[in-house]
């Protein structure tokens, strides 16, 4: 299907595409890598009156460390990131699940802030990002802010980024020593996960002593698995593990479509959080 007609604009810093995200207001959206603007166009489910290319933006590439901290900017493409010696030592689970996302055309050309600010809960890397309790770095005329990622997903497709802001930057804290593991499940290779586990696990004199686990596509938004995360401190093994994972679907909201039903879904987010943590932590 053919687009619908807009308007066209390729800064050369953030300053010039915030510029033009702010004089085109809502009626504007940022063109990454394309992977997930493109489609929304061609289906004309988006109508926007200034695509604003920023994928031009140096600046906006690279991945560096900021002391406990990775600064991943956001149009590093996902094989980039998969690729990083710096996010495979210190931030394994975001190169784990990165590796997982579509097929390999659709990662040399999507990137990592393209995929975030995108929101969708059926992505993978919003999960991870939650899991990890990574930080987002949005600029806007005002300057540039931090948002949590537990406070930037709002709802389906939907960002704390105002229209005038652009996400610059990740930033992910080191998890070196942890354990780590993303297991999703997919009716065929390349597919959108029907739910999907990153799973981050600390263990301590032969037990957890902390997880993380965030859920992909078990709500309109990327949730936490606080329950099963409570419920994890302290496990010593298998059986441990697997009643703690009963508690994975507490608290969400899965959809009902074509894929599955709510009970599947929640039969699923208890099966592959026991999978993904016996994995991260060395007893599967």
Known sequence: MIPPAFEYARPASV???VRALAGAGEEAKALAGGQSLLPLLRLRLAFPELVVDVGRIPELRGVREDGDALVIGALTTHHDVVRDPLVRRHAGLLAAATATVADPAVRHRGTLGGSLAHADPAGD?????LALDAELVAAGPGGRRTIPARGFFLDYLT???APDELLVEVRVPKRDGWGFH????QRVAQAWAIVGVAALVRRDDGHIAEARIGLTNMGSTPLRAAAAEEALAGADGPEAVARAAEAAAEGTRPSQDLSGSPEYREHLARVLTRRAVLTAAGMG
């Not at 890397?125 to 990002?129: F, M, T």
């Not at 993303?182 to 499940?185: L, R, V």
Request: without cysteine; proline residues 7%; negative net charge.
């Open 125 to 129: 890397l919003p999960a991870v990002a």
């Open 15 to 17: 300053d010039e595409a």
């Open 182 to 185: 993303y297991e999703k499940f």
């Open 159 to 161: 960002t704390a980024l």
